[in-house]
Nanobody, 124 residues
């Protein structure tokens, strides 16, 4: 089992940067695909980015809306996954969730464990 806790959210001006962290507990972290999702007010939760489980190469995946601006990474020694966000836009405003799972990294239903979320607000 994996327990997840996000941190690093906050209020930032458009064009600014934030780095979200997701600390995981449990032995399964290194064998889990890790994903970031977000949910804006009045909208459905959507995929943001993901990174594959530990291996020789980490595979990453991004939503088109964040490609080139966001970077996902993981530190298995710290049981933590990160989401570095740059050139933030007001439309990036949302609650950001991290998730752990074993299936398709872009699909919400493939994730078994979720954090509580952290609010990111980008002002114009």
């Amino acid at each position: 089992q994996v327990q997840l806790a996000e941190s690093g959210g906050g209020l930032v001006q458009a064009g600014g940067s934030l780095r979200l962290s997701c600390a995981a507990s449990g032995r399964a972290f290194s064998s889990s695909n890790m994903g970031w999702f977000r949910q804006a007010p009045g909208k459905e939760r959507e995929f943001v980015a993901a990174i594959s489980r530990s291996g020789i190469i980490y595979y990453t995946s991004y939503a088109d809306s964040v490609k080139g601006r966001f970077t996902v990474s993981r530190d298995n020694a710290k049981n933590t996954v990160y989401l570095q966000m740059k050139s933030l836009k007001p439309e990036d405003t949302a609650v950001y969730y991290c998730a752990a799972g074993y299936g398709n990294t872009r699909v919400q239903n493939e994730y078994d464990y979720w954090g509580q979320g952290t609010q990111v607000t980008v002002s114009s």
